[in-house]
């Protein structure tokens, strides 16, 4: 299993990245860090000050709208809690292969998948990263299911993270001019996944990529980084980083919120998600950006390999995942009139789900085979 892992190659002393991982240059340049400057939203002003409400929600409309990426401070999550969520994976990630073993699958329907290069028969290339996927919601694990290692700390990083998910889609529906309960009574909220990663120094990091370029086929994701970086958005044909801030989480718009009326039933366990790890995944709803009809934008993202590391991430999806349903979604009535007329068709979860695992290249969004 180990040699199999990108850790594994880097434990065994490579100096040399293997040819399955180098990317294939995409032509655009990285912007000077002083052109751009992703958003920071300070979202306890709501709860401090109710009369910025609306200032807030002018924010992250723009945000969402301009980069599909912000990042969220004071959000109620306890650095404590953050710290120990980054250490949890990093435990269990530096045990020895033996101890890891158990959790090493590329079946998906398992509640925890540990596994590594998951999309090398579907895409150009492998990620320079090792992944888990735990899925929490909506029927939670029994903990004795998850690894000892970090098992407490994603147990209560998955509650607090999902009240900030609720809280976001309410200042989402307010940015769209709906009820504030609106994509929360769609049940955005109600599925959740974790994808913990690890990202071990590489020898040739202008070889590969951490992650390659692709967008969200979820809701929202919440991602919590460390302090090395490398995440970077694509604005105006320009990579631009999303530097790490101390106690910040990133939020990213999926494609669904892009374009559907609303989300799908859940399983009733969401270990039954077909194939999610084949579908290159960093920020799951069925697309914001369908739902909302391209008021609200998924942003193109990868995360770069770098010689420092090992670099850790805990991205939090909201999904409903890929179910056998055949129930139809498209843009949100609300917003659609003889001006704004709907871009996109409806599809079902399960539709959309299996046309982006066909994709071999997901630099270029899935939606776009789903206009009108």
Same mark, same amino acid.
């Given at each position: 299993m180990?040699?199999f892992c ?10 040399? *990245? ?29 709860e ?9 929600v ?8 301009k ?18 969520t980054?250490e949890? *994976? ?12 158990q ?9 925890? *998948? ?6 090398l028969y ?8 090792d992944?888990t ?7 939670p694990?029994?903990p ?9 700390i ?11 998910g ?15 309960n ?28 951490g992650?390659?370029?692709?967008t ?6 919440v991602?919590l ?5 490398g ?16 106690g ?5 718009i ?5 374009? =559907? ?40 993202h ?9 670099r850790?991430? *805990? ?11 055949t129930?139809?979604y ?6 659609? =009139? ?14 959309y ?11 270029a ?8």
């Amino acid at each position: 299993m180990n040699v199999f892992c990108a850790s594994g190659l880097v434990d065994a002393g490579i100096t040399k *990245v293997p040819r399955i991982f180098y990317s294939p240059p995409d032509g655009f340049d990285r912007a000077p860090a002083d052109d751009f400057d992703i958003p920071l939203i300070d979202i306890d002003a709501v709860e401090k000050n109710p009369s910025l409400r609306g200032s807030v929600v002018d924010r992250v409309r723009d945000a969402s709208g301009k980069w599909g990426f912000f990042q969220v401070v004071n959000h109620g999550i306890p650095g404590s809690v953050l710290e120990e969520t980054l250490e949890g *994976v990093r435990r269990f990630y530096e045990q020895d292969a033996e101890a890891k073993k158990q959790w090493y699958t590329r079946d998906s329907l398992k509640t925890v *998948v540990y596994n590594s290069c998951y999309n090398l028969y579907a895409a150009e290339s492998a990620d320079w990263r090792d992944t888990t996927y735990i899925c929490m919601a909506p029927t939670p694990p029994n903990p004795e299911d998850l690894p000892l290692e970090c098992r407490d700390i994603i147990i209560e990083y998955s509650k607090q993270v999902t009240k900030l998910g609720r809280f976001i889609f309410e200042l989402l529906s307010e940015a769209l001019n709906l009820n504030p309960n609106h994509l929360n009574d769609i049940g955005c909220a109600d599925g959740l996944g974790l994808l913990c990663h690890y990202y071990p120094p590489c020898p040739e990091p202008e070889l590969t990529l951490g992650a390659s370029t692709h967008t969200d086929i979820d809701f929202l994701t919440v991602l919590l980084q460390d302090h090395i970086g490398g995440l970077q958005v694509l604005c105006d044909n320009q990579w631009v980083d999303i530097p790490p801030v101390p106690g910040a989480l990133v939020v990213n718009i999926g494609d669904l919120l892009q374009a =559907s009326e609303t989300t799908v039933a859940l399983m009733n366990r969401c270990k039954k998600i077909v194939s999610l790890l084949v579908l290159n995944l960093l920020v799951v709803l069925f697309n914001i950006q369908l739902v909302s009809n391209d008021k609200f934008k998924s942003g193109q993202h990868r995360v770069l390999a770098s010689p420092a590391g090992p670099r850790l991430s *805990v991205a939090c999806f909201f999904t409903t995942g890929m179910i056998p349903s055949t129930k139809m979604y498209g843009p949100i009535k609300e917003l659609l =009139s003889d001006d704004n007329p709907p871009k996109y068709r409806e599809t079902s979860v399960r539709e959309y789900s299996l046309h982006y695992n066909t994709k071999k290249d997901h630099a270029a969004s899935a939606l776009l085979d789903f206009l009108v």
